[in-house]
């Protein structure tokens, strides 16, 4: 579905209080609208947003836990690298979210890692990809909105773990520039946005018994009394999440298309579910993909980028990302 057509979907369906289940991918070019989805009794694709699902898991979905994955080489990595270091001290960004792919092994089928995984927000497109994100983009409700930016990683089995995270320069400058970046989104919609919560760490499971700390924010604004009416767009305003992009946006953006080595389709995008009073949406920061010509998998992930970065550390944040939480 052309995302025109989709945001005025969400639109009438908003205004009239009925629910609806959407995903737009990263580029803005396509997405998928579901009227009133949890009546379907054979839906074709599979979601968990908070609360809700669309889904019953079958017994047994798979056995085999093992996987293996195989990032890309440091030198390829680095040549990225060095070209956001290049746009960071030309002044096209100040903030880049860098991204690369990664090829999986695994005996599971994506249905099969869908059913298994845990996650606030889980989709599943029959033959394209499986999303298992613990990020929030924005939720709606009660007149107000809310963003939860996540920017900032460290190994759970890093001695001392939380208080390195929280004094480490980097990572506080890059939170503290979504956050700005974020909070000017919201006033693009809101009025008396302000950050109510800054700089929380939360305990994230990867999978196999790992986990990894990450860093996050509120930020809350108050809504105008037709916001429903106009829910599609203030969505498409919002676009793409700063948190996964960077900072200016649009200058940020398009140096992204010039260093990544691959197109990020449905990652980095949105889903989101409807409940006729409010709207939850995630970021979908964990993807699995299949590749349409080859048939292999590939996990995406990546990390933000400032002047302050190191290639080695950021390689290897990349990499602590890489996991099938089942």
């Not at 379907?40 to 898991?57: C, H, Q, S, V, W």
């Not at 939380?162 to 939170?175: G, I, M, N, T, V």
């Not at 809350?220 to 948190?243: C, F, H, M, Q």
């Not at 409807?274 to 990546?302: K, N, Q």
Request: glycine share 8%; charged share 25%; proline share 6%.
């Amino acid at each position: 579905m052309e995302v025109s057509q989709l945001v005025e979907e969400m639109n009438r369906a908003a205004a009239c209080s009925r629910p609806f289940f959407f995903m737009l991918d990263y580029a803005g070019r396509k997405g998928h609208f579901i009227a009133s989805p949890l009546s379907d009794k054979t839906p074709r694709i599979l979601f968990g947003i908070g609360r809700y699902r669309n889904y019953e898991a079958p017994a047994g979905s798979g056995t085999d836990k093992a996987y293996r994955f195989f990032p890309p080489e440091y030198a390829d990595y680095k040549s990225a690298f060095d070209k956001v270091q290049a746009g960071l001290r030309h002044g096209d960004s100040f903030l880049l979210n860098l991204t690369f792919r990664s090829r999986v092994e695994t005996a599971l089928t994506l249905k099969e890692i869908f059913f298994r995984s845990k996650a606030p927000y889980k989709v599943y497109l029959p033959g394209e990809f499986v999303c298992f994100s613990p990020e929030p983009f924005v939720r709606l409700g009660a007149g107000k909105i809310s963003a939860y930016p996540m920017k900032g990683t460290i190994r759970a089995d890093t001695p001392d773990a939380p208080r390195k995270l929280q004094e480490d320069y980097k990572e506080a400058c890059e939170h503290a520039t979504v956050v700005d970046l974020l909070r000017n989104d919201l006033s693009a919609v809101a009025e008396k946005v302000s950050v109510k919560r800054y700089r929380y760490m939360e305990k994230i499971p990867t999978g196999n018994g790992g986990e990894i700390w990450q860093s996050s924010s509120r930020i809350e604004g108050l809504l105008p009394a037709d916001w429903k009416r106009r829910l599609g767009d203030i969505i498409r305003t919002l676009l793409p999440a700063g948190s996964i992009s960077g900072a200016p946006k649009t200058a940020t953006c398009r140096l992204i298309s010039e260093v990544e080595t691959s197109q990020r389709g449905w990652y980095t995008g949105i889903c989101g579910y409807f409940d006729g009073e409010g709207l939850d949406t995630g970021v979908m920061i964990r993807c699995l993909s299949m590749d349409a010509d080859s048939g292999l998998l590939y996990f995406y992930s990546g990390g933000g980028i400032t002047i302050h970065s190191k290639a080695e550390e950021e390689y290897r944040e990349l990499i602590a990302k890489i996991y099938l939480p089942i």
